[in-house]
T-cell receptor
Framework: DSGVTQTPKHLITATGQRVTLRCSPR?????VYWYQQSLDQGLQFLIQYYNGEERAKGNILERFSAQQFPDLHSELNLSSLELGDSALYFC??????????FGQGTRLTVV | GEDVEQSLFLSVREGDSSVINCTYT??????LYWYKQEPGAGLQLLTYIFSNMDMKQDQRLTVLLNKKDKHLSLRIADTQTGDSAIYFCAEIPVSSGSARQLTFGSGTQLTVLP
């Protein structure tokens, strides 16, 4: 158990809909990262938050957004969903030492 | 190249050693990581090596780093069926700045045959 909790584990939704994925980082970790894993793109960095502030953006679509709350949990919002958004979405948290610990992921299926 | 590269597949017999290779992109990467992903599961941090080291050993795992060739390898001694998984090499390139996000390879599917 990495200490990073993601909910829900599975999500099935229709095209055009909006979903919210939730992540609770390890106790004490200020950094939260979101990654997308798909068959064609592999593991891609989406966005990072540090202590409530956005720190870096990767290959994140404009239809996607995230935030980190004062209790350090984070949410990834995916809107106007397309079939190609079906993927495994991972959250990771890291301490100052740099190692990133990943949650179990949310498997999103868009139908 | 711009990608972290790994072979896609590796098969070994139970009890043999496995060696998974990776070529990374940024010679200035400070830390290099190996993650394991079992079917339907998340990414488990296996081990990492600091760039000023050539080798790191952790029980059955040995990491070798050749900075000149930007080559990283993971050796698993006495491979067991429970080691069957996808193994990802990852780096934190200097270009990531203070964000320190990981850049992953494509993963190597290790299959351990009985």
């Amino acid at each position: 158990d990495s200490g990073v909790t993601q909910t829900p584990k599975h999500l099935i939704t229709a095209t055009g809909q909006r979903v919210t994925l939730r992540c609770s980082p390890r106790s004490g970790d200020l950094s939260v990262y979101w990654y997308q894993q798909s068959l064609d793109q592999g593991l891609q960095f989406l966005i990072q938050y540090y202590n409530g502030e956005e720190r870096a953006k990767g290959n994140i679509l404009e239809r996607f957004s995230a935030q980190q709350f004062p209790d350090l949990h984070s949410e990834l919002n995916l809107s106007s969903l397309e079939l190609g958004d079906s993927a495994l979405y991972f959250c990771a948290s890291s301490a100052s030492t740099g190692e990133a610990f990943f949650g179990q992921g949310t498997r999103l299926t868009v139908v | 190249g711009e990608d972290v590269e790994q072979s896609l597949f590796l098969s070994v017999r139970e009890g043999d050693s496995s060696v998974i290779n990776c070529t990374y992109t940024d010679s200035s990467s400070t830390y290099l990581y190996w993650y394991k992903q079992e079917p339907g599961a998340g990414l488990q941090l296996l081990t990492y090596i600091f760039s000023n080291m050539d080798m790191k050993q952790d029980q059955r795992l040995t990491v070798l780093l050749n900075k000149k060739d930007k080559h990283l390898s993971l050796r698993i001694a006495d491979t067991q069926t429970g080691d069957s998984a996808i193994y990802f090499c990852a780096e934190i390139p200097v270009s990531s700045g203070s964000a320190r996000q990981l850049t992953f390879g494509s993963g190597t599917q290790l299959t351990v045959l009985p």
